[in-house]
């Protein structure tokens, strides 16, 4: 873990990653009323030192906005992650012999090889995960084991907060907090494309084992979704 940031008792922990497109932006700005935001900030204000968990990429005006309100950030770019172990995957496919049953790797079990390296967190590490919209870009298939990695490492009573579109995104985009109730989309690169829409009952069915859940539907065809472990 790198320590980039310091401010007080409170800090911030990245996990090192490569620096990539989406740090520049590309259009105008486009803010966006978070009632999911509200309601995720709400209970972590119950929780003295909340340990929060960010899966897009850092923004400071995001971890600055959490540490002053007495939270410790951690931050991992997890679709960059993913894009950089599936290009790995293909270049080792492509320098080793082809398997003699000629049958490829699931999809599921590249999830689960690519989670002995990512969110390597002890059990009930975080009170909250900013998930944002990042399980739409993951196939339908590995988004239970993924679930089932980020189930454990929420402690009980934490949330989960995650976006949801409801149809194909038009563009790729990156969130930051501005304040309790507003996020910024900011457009940028596309990092990976958009893999699946979510209806309602598969998202019930991915957070079966969270104990309550609520969800809000703006009028840009985004369902803010927060899930209570």
Request: charged share 25%.
């Amino acid at each position: 873990m790198n320590w980039v940031a310091k401010k007080s008792a409170t800090a911030v922990a990245v996990r090192p990653s490569k620096p990539g497109p989406a740090a520049s932006v590309i259009g105008a700005r486009n803010l966006r009323t978070s009632n999911g935001l509200r309601e995720f900030l709400d209970v972590l204000g119950d929780v003295g030192g909340a340990r929060v968990l960010d899966l897009g990429t850092v923004w400071q005006s995001t971890i600055s906005f959490l540490v002053d309100r007495g939270c410790r950030v951690s931050a991992e770019d997890l679709l960059r992650g993913w894009k950089d172990f599936l290009a790995a995957e293909e270049e080792q496919e492509r320098a080793a012999p082809a398997p003699e049953n000629g049958e490829k790797i699931s999809s599921a079990v590249l999830m689960e090889k690519f989670l002995q390296s990512a969110l390597q967190y002890p059990v009930r590490s975080f009170h909250g995960i900013l998930a944002w919209d990042v399980l739409d870009y993951f196939d339908a298939a590995v988004v239970p084991v993924l679930m089932e990695r980020l189930f454990h490492v929420l402690h009980p009573g934490g949330a989960l907060l995650a976006l949801f579109h409801s149809r194909p995104a038009e563009g790729f985009h990156r969130y930051r907090i501005m304040d309790s109730n507003t996020v910024e989309l900011l457009a940028a690169p596309t990092l990976v494309v958009h893999a699946h829409v979510f209806h309602n009952r598969e998202i019930l069915d991915l957070f079966g084992r969270f104990r309550s859940s609520k969800t809000f539907v703006g009028r840009d065809q985004v369902r803010e979704a927060l899930f209570l472990r």
